[in-house]
């Protein structure tokens, strides 16, 4: 630890500061720096799975886990399903969407967690 040549950058106490102007604006204009930023912004399609005795179409999104959602309609013997999800907001994910496909067409959109 004796060789680190780190340099610090101090961080204000805001219990005794506050949040002046001057923060608040910082704040602001690395937000708008980051605004193209998708570093966290996941999209992925993956196979889904179809459950005729409780109606519910299930699969798995890295990362988020395992999902299994009500089928809107019946999924006919052989159907291909498939859930395309991604995740909403921007830098920090605010949600995690889905959209199942039935035979490549669209058939539900559904929120998964989150404010989408």
């Known amino acids: 630890m004796t060789d680190c040549n780190c340099q610090t950058t101090p961080v204000s ?3 005794v500061s506050g949040f002046n102007t001057e923060a608040v604006s910082l704040r602001a204009e690395t937000q708008k720096q980051l605004e193209n930023v998708q570093a966290l912004k996941l999209s992925v399609c993956v196979s889904a799975s179809y459950n005729t005795s409780t109606n ?11 999902y299994c959602i009500n089928s809107p ?7 291909e399903l498939k ?33 989408c």
């Open 13 to 15: 106490d805001f219990t």
């Open 56 to 66: 519910k179409i299930c699969f798995t999104i890295p990362i988020y886990g395992d």
């Open 83 to 115: 859930a395309c999800a991604q995740t909403c907001g921007s830098i920090i994910p605010t949600g995690l969407k889905a959209t199942i496909y039935l035979q490549g067409a669209p058939i539900y959109t559904v929120v998964l967690w989150g404010d």
């Open 73 to 79: 309609i019946p999924i006919p013997v052989g159907g």
